[in-house]
């Protein structure tokens, strides 16, 4: 990965967390919440539209490896991270005011694991790929759009992260201490993508949790009830999540 790749990485965290971090009032707050699910649907659809188009077709290309089973496991595994997380990761905020340390950190752990998971590979992605050049060929895919993806769900993720934070109270140090080892995380992921070796068969495997971990983020982002209806989308969502699938039909092809 260049160099600009691992910085938009990180600096797409500390970009939304910092955001949560300016807002004054509770009129602010409220108006940039009532973004957030919008944002998070748009990314939410951007995830699952080059999961389907690219990344899934590139899991699959050799039907010998049973990657099904991995790409079940990575949906099952972030199923088991938001445990921990409490599902910051797809817009919710349960601020506990007054909590222990030990609350911060739990969600920490679900949002760090995850988000070192996904950083994985796009340092395995390889070199050419990740540069620019085209990789569409058997097994390989455009890393740069799986950049894109994380770096889409990132920002309103940090977001969340960062208004978690300080509904319940913890010092600006702590909380900036916390949004920056979230948005170190997948860099270093990335990393250990580029410096261990990892053969085809395991780059695979590891393509399908991530894969099998966005499928799940995304569709509980699309499917939760929209404006307080327990059944109903609002046009705007299905306006917001038609233009993230376009969008990842667009540069897929």
């Known amino acids: 990965m260049a160099l600009w790749q691992y910085l938009l990485l990180f600096g ?24 957030l699910p919008l944002l998070l649907s748009f990314s939410g659809a951007y995830l699952l539209g080059i999961a389907a188009m690219e990344l899934m077709p590139s899991v699959f290309a050799d039907a010998k490896l049973h990657s099904g089973v991995w790409l079940l496991a990575g949906f099952f595994v972030q199923l088991l991270l938001e445990s921990l997380s409490q599902g ?29 998971l996904e950083g994985l590979p796009l340092g395995t992605a390889g070199g050419e790929a990740l540069a620019g050049h085209e990789g569409h060929s058997h097994g390989h895919f455009d890393g740069n759009h ?22 319940s109270g913890y010092s600006k140090v702590f909380t900036w201490a916390c949004l920056l080892v979230f948005a170190l995380l997948s860099p270093i992921g990335a990393m250990l993508g580029e410096v261990v070796s990892i053969d085809p068969l395991w780059r695979n495997r590891v393509m399908a949790l991530v894969v099998g971990s966005f499928l799940h983020i995304s569709t509980t982002i699309l499917f939760e009830a929209d404006d307080g209806r327990e059944h109903g989308v609002s046009p705007k969502k299905i306006a917001v999540v038609v233009l993230g699938m376009a969008v990842a039909y667009f540069t897929a092809h």
């Open 12 to 35: 797409s965290v500390l970009l939304g967390g910092g955001l949560a971090q300016l807002l004054r009032g509770a009129e602010d707050e409220a108006r940039w919440r009532s973004y």
């Open 146 to 167: 799986l950049l894109w993806g994380i770096v889409l769900h990132k920002l309103p993720a940090a977001f969340a992260l960062g208004l978690l934070l300080r509904y």
């Open 88 to 116: 910051v990761e797809h817009g919710h905020i349960h601020a506990h005011k007054r909590e222990s340390y030990r609350y911060a950190i739990t969600v920490m752990i679900g949002l760090g694991i995850h988000a070192l």
